[in-house]
């Protein structure tokens, strides 16, 4: 099965962007479905984004849209979120995660492999 570990978290101002990473290890990337999620402090895990396994088909948390972009490179066994106009909302652990399923969902519950997260702090 696939191993995943995040990476490009920071502390960036509101309004700055960040670019996090997943690299897959271990499997085939295309046999998956791949989310982002992230966590705050004292909160559940929340989806974030999920891009399909062909690449072809994005979903976002409506908080997030038109501001985050999914994108995956299963040639490169690679997952990306561009985060632009970050908000101090945004601040959390975000974590990649795998789905092998035929299913193409969003729920935590629908993904079965998880990376260890990488930290995004948005400073007013």
């Known amino acids: 099965q696939v191993q995943l570990v995040e990476s490009g978290g920071g502390l960036v101002q509101a309004g700055g962007s960040l670019r996090l990473s997943c690299a897959a290890s271990?499997?085939?990337?295309?046999?998956?479905?791949m989310g982002w999620f992230h966590q705050a402090p004292g909160k559940e895990r929340e989806f974030v984004a999920a891009?399909?396994?062909?690449?072809?088909?994005?979903k976002y948390a409506d908080s997030v849209k038109g501001r985050f972009t999914i994108s995956r490179d299963n040639a490169k066994n690679m997952v990306y979120l561009q985060m632009n106009s970050l908000k101090p909302e945004d601040t959390a652990v975000y974590h990649c995660?795998?789905?092998?399923?035929?299913?193409?969902?969003?729920?935590?519950?629908?993904?079965?492999?998880w990376g260890q997260g990488t930290r995004v702090t948005v400073l007013s």
């Open positions: 995660a795998a789905d092998r399923s035929w299913l193409f969902g969003i729920t935590v519950q629908e993904y079965d492999l």
């Open positions: 271990g499997d085939t990337l295309s046999r998956y479905h």
């Open positions: 891009v399909n396994k062909n690449g072809g088909v994005t």
